[in-house]
Structure formats: structure tokens, C-alpha cells
């Protein structure tokens, strides 16, 4: 299953229909999955109420609805220049600099699909968008009263930088609780930078280095956010929406020294579950 892909140089805050969905579910829990746009999760529905902004009239920029993959990077690369075997020119997509890799603009090839899970791969591109290639594959899986999805990215045949991570818009939550012990200071471009520091109080939109489950609460419900990454952006300035975003590395990664480096044939995987208490 697969459609036309995006413009090359698509603008992350141009219109992005979720296109045909694809819905898994167990007891009160319920998923819909968006393969062709950028193979998101487009709505999480528990015991009847929903998480996550959907696409709407008023939501229709690909980079502000559902749950979507990062990859080959996570979060902003400066002026989207970087150095790896040589200088690198990515496409400059948000403002100054190239935001959240290519996947979410991609619709990505569904390899299974049961009544509980949808498992997805996308050959990532090698030209002017990422210059190594490679491919992604993902699997978004549901239990009675939890969502498990899991990422990875393979080097193909030429050693590549990799960040990887989830963008959810998780509708505004009554509460946060959220205690990371370490941040990324941004400078006036907004973009992260070293050394790390105490975390600022909010509201934020920042990484943290965290390894403890972060909660959501929504009225009667209580979301428990557990990753194998220990780096989370949490963006919660917007009044509709908070975004908790657990990466592999931080913004701006490939310029921090902070990315993972894949040998040809290498794989780095992470995993991130949503948990109803």
C-alpha cells in the first residue's frame, strides 16, 4: 500500500490529508494509522476519548497532527548543514533550518497488518533530502491498555548519522508530570546547545535528558509515557496541544556530536509505549 510520494522539497506546514486509515485495536483501545501520511498515527482512542489532534480544518499542516516518526533526524538541523565524510547540505524546510528528517512526509509501504498491529518500512531517499539512503521500518502495536511502537533505521551500503524519534500532539492534558534532570539550553536561534543545565521552569519547548516515565492526565484518564531514549522534547506552549516527544538524540545532534553513526548494513532501533492507567 503506497501512494505518489511528496514533493521533493515538500513544506512541512503545507496540507497533509491522512489519506486511507488503517484501525487495530484491543478491549477499550483503539489506533488509527495513516501509511501514506508519513506513516503516522493519525488518532488514539481510549475507553472512548481521544488523544491526539487529528487532522482538521484547523490542523492540516503535516508537521501538526497525529503521532509521527522523526528520522534520519530528530528536531532541527542548523541552517540544515552538517559534516559527515564532507560537508552536507539538507533542504531548509521551517524557517532557517531542516526540521524532523523525511519520513513524515513520505507514505511508507504497510509489510503487515492483523486486527492489533500494522508493521511499515520506507526506503529512505538518497539524493539532496538525505544523501545516504538507507531504510526505516516501524511497528505500532496495540495491547487491552497499551500502545507500543518501535523504530529503526538501517545504514545501506554508506555509513550515515542517524536520530530517530516520535512527534505525538497529544491534545491538552489537565496535568504533566514531568521531572527530567538535565536540559539543553537554547541559544537565539532556539536551537539546542551544550553544556547541559538544570532544567527552567516552564512552559517549554526544549530537550531534556529524562528516565522516568512522564503522565498525562485528561480528566478521568491517566496516560503513563515510558522510552528507551533518553532524550525528550516536550513542547507544551500551544493552548490545544502538548507534544512529548522522546528522541535518540537531541535538536541539532548532527552538530553536537550527539548522533548515532551507522556503519554500512547497521541498524539503531528505539521503542516508546503508551500505557493507560
Partial sequence: MAAE???????????????????IGHGPLTVDVAPVAGGRVAQVMFDGVAWLVDYSVNNQAAIAWGSFPMLPWAGRVRNGKFDFLGPRQLPVNLGDHAIHG???????????HS???VAMSLPLPR?????????????????????HMTLSVSAGEQAMPVTL?????????????FQPS????????????????????????????NDQPVVLTRGLQQLRLTSSCDHWVVYDQPAHATCVEPQSGPPDAFNLGLA???????????????AWD
Fill in 102 to 112: 523525511v519520513a513524515l512526509l513520505l507514505p511508507w509501504q504497510v509489510d503487515d
Fill in 127 to 147: 539524493d539532496h533530502r538525505w544523501p545516504f539512503g538507507g531504510r526505516a521500518h516501524q511497528r505500532i502495536e496495540v495491547g487491552e491498555r497499551a500502545l
Fill in 5 to 23: 510520494p511528496a514533493a521533493p522539497d515538500a513544506d512541512v506546514t503545507a496540507d497533509l490529508p491522512p489519506g486511507p486509515l488503517l484501525r
Fill in 182 to 209: 538535565r536540559y539543553y539550553p537554547r541559544d537565539a536561534e532556539g536551537m539546542a546547545t551544550l553544556p547541559l543545565a538544570g532544567p527552567p521552569p516552564g512552559p517549554w519547548d526544549d530537550c531534556f535528558i
Fill in 260 to 274: 548515532q553513526q551507522l556503519e554500512p548494513g547497521a541498524t539503531l532501533s528505539a521503542w516508546y509505549r503508551l
Fill in 115 to 117: 486486527a492489533t498491529h
Fill in 165 to 177: 524519534g516520535w512527534h505525538p500532539w497529544f491534545l491538552k492534558p489537565d496535568r504533566l508530570d
